[in-house]
C-alpha cells in the first residue's frame, strides 16, 4: 500500500522535530523486546524485520521496562510499548532484552502538510455540572508501582458492581497507551470504558498537571454524561511517580473522588500507601492489589490497617463491591489539599 497517496496523506521528511503524539512511519529493523504490536483492533500483530508501521511517538515511564522520550529528530529510536509507541529508550530494567529497533521514515501528515496527532481524535470536554453533587459516585484506584495489581482491582470493582445492578464506568486517566486495559474493563461488565488516548495522549509521561486535570475532567465528565451509576478509576503507577503524584493533589480530582481503593505489592506498602493518601486528604476504603495473593501478607497488612483489605475476588463480590459505594462519605477536604506543600518535583 502506498501509504502517501491514501485519502491525501504525505510524509514529512528530513529535517522535522518531532512531538508527542505525532503519528510517524517507521521500519522495523532489529526485532528485540516487543515482538508483536497491536493494532487498531486489538490484535497484536508478530513484528518482522522490514515491515512498516504506523506509530504514536510518545515518552514511557515504566519501571518494570523502559523508560524512553521522545526524540528530537527521525534518527534510529525504539518501539517502548506494545501499544505502538516510538521514543528512544533512556534507561530500561535489568529483565527486559534490548528495545526493538526502528528507522523513522517519515511523519504522517494530511495533505496541506499538518502533521497527524493522536489529539486529533480526543472527544470534546462536556460542560461542567452545575453541582458536583450530582456526579456519579466515583473509585479511584491508585497504587505503590507498576505491576502493583491497580487494574485488576478496577476490573474488580467494575464486576463486582455491575453485579449489584449499578451501570458503571471505568476509566484509566494515566499511563501508557494500549487496548488491554480497556478490553479488560469492558469484559468486567464496563458499560463505558475510557482512557486518556480518548482525551489524545498516547502516553501520559511528563504531560503537565494541568493538561492532565483537564483529561481528568474530560473524561469522568463524559462518563457522566453516558448516564453511569458510578465509576471507577485507575491512575497509573506509583504514587511516588511525578504525574500521578501531582494528579492526586490536583482539587478537580479530590472534587470527584468518593473514596480510593489502594493497590500495593507487600503489607508495608500497603500500610504507607494508605497513610499518604490520608496526608493528602482522600478518603481511603479499602486496601487491594498483588498483596492478597499471600494470606500471611493480608494478615500483617489488616494488623496495621482500620480499613478492609480485599482481594480482586472479594471486590468482585456484589455485596462488597456495593459496601464500597455505599460507604462514600462527605465531599474531601479539597482546601486542605491545594494548600499542602509540595514534596515532590512536579512535572517538566
Known amino acids: 500500500m502506498d501509504l502517501?497517496?491514501?485519502?491525501?496523506?504525505?510524509?514529512?521528511?528530513?529535517?522535522?522535530?518531532?512531538?508527542?503524539?505525532?503519528?510517524?512511519?517507521?521500519?522495523?529493523?532489529?526485532?528485540?523486546?516487543?515482538?508483536?504490536?497491536?493494532?487498531?483492533?486489538?490484535?497484536?500483530?508478530?513484528?518482522?524485520?522490514?515491515?512498516e508501521v504506523v506509530l504514536a511517538y510518545a515518552g514511557r515511564y515504566a519501571p518494570d521496562q523502559f523508560e524512553a522520550e521522545v526524540p528530537p529528530d527521525l534518527s534510529a529510536c525504539q518501539l517502548v510499548a506494545g501499544g505502538g509507541l516510538a521514543a528512544r529508550v533512556v534507561t530500561q530494567h535489568a529483565d527486559m532484552d534490548a528495545a526493538t529497533e526502528l528507522m523513522p521514515v517519515g511523519l504522517i501528515a494530511d495533505s496541506r502538510g499538518r502533521v497527524l496527532n493522536v489529539r486529533d481524535g480526543r472527544i470534546a470536554a462536556r460542560p461542567p455540572r452545575p453541582r458536583l453533587?450530582?456526579?456519579p459516585m466515583t473509585i479511584v484506584v491508585a497504587g505503590t508501582s507498576m505491576n502493583s495489581g491497580k487494574t485488576t482491582t478496577v476490573a474488580a470493582i467494575t464486576h463486582g458492581l455491575t453485579a449489584a445492578g449499578l451501570r458503571v464506568g471505568a476509566m484509566k486517566v494515566t499511563g501508557t497507551g494500549a487496548g488491554g486495559d480497556p478490553f479488560l474493563f469492558a469484559d468486567a461488565g464496563a458499560a463505558e470504558v475510557l482512557d486518556f488516548t480518548d482525551a489524545g495522549y498516547a502516553s501520559t509521561y511528563r504531560v503537565p498537571v494541568a493538561k492532565l486535570a483537564e483529561a481528568f475532567t474530560t473524561l469522568h465528565g463524559e462518563l457522566a454524561a453516558r448516564g453511569v451509576d458510578?465509576?471507577?478509576?485507575?491512575?497509573?503507577?506509583?504514587?511516588l511517580q511525578q504525574e500521578t503524584a501531582a494528579l492526586l493533589r490536583e482539587p478537580v480530582v479530590a472534587q470527584r473522588t468518593g473514596g480510593m481503593v489502594f493497590?500495593?505489592?507487600?503489607?508495608?506498602?500497603?500500610?504507607?500507601?494508605?497513610?499518604?493518601?490520608?496526608?493528602?486528604?482522600?478518603?481511603?476504603?479499602?486496601?487491594?492489589?498483588?498483596?492478597?495473593?499471600?494470606?500471611l501478607a493480608v494478615r500483617e497488612a489488616q494488623s496495621i490497617l482500620d480499613v478492609p483489605v480485599?482481594?480482586?475476588?472479594?471486590?468482585?463480590?456484589?455485596?462488597?463491591?456495593?459496601?464500597?459505594?455505599?460507604r462514600i462519605g462527605p465531599m474531601v477536604d479539597i482546601d486542605r489539599i491545594a494548600q499542602m506543600p509540595v514534596r515532590l518535583k512536579a512535572s517538566a
Open 310 to 326: 480485599y482481594s480482586p475476588e472479594d471486590l468482585g463480590d456484589a455485596s462488597i463491591a456495593r459496601s464500597l459505594i455505599d
Open 133 to 135: 453533587s450530582t456526579h
Open 263 to 295: 493497590a500495593a505489592g507487600d503489607a508495608l506498602g500497603a500500610v504507607n500507601g494508605v497513610t499518604r493518601l490520608r496526608e493528602l486528604g482522600l478518603p481511603v476504603l479499602a486496601a487491594s492489589g498483588i498483596l492478597t495473593c499471600s494470606p
Open 230 to 239: 458510578a465509576i471507577v478509576v485507575e491512575i497509573a503507577d506509583g504514587i
Open 4 to 51: 502517501p497517496a491514501v485519502q491525501g496523506l504525505s510524509l514529512l521528511t528530513g529535517d522535522v522535530v518531532p512531538h508527542p503524539g505525532d503519528l510517524v512511519l517507521a521500519e522495523v529493523t532489529v526485532i528485540g523486546q516487543h515482538k508483536r504490536v497491536e493494532l487498531a483492533t486489538g490484535r497484536r500483530a508478530s513484528l518482522y524485520i522490514g515491515d
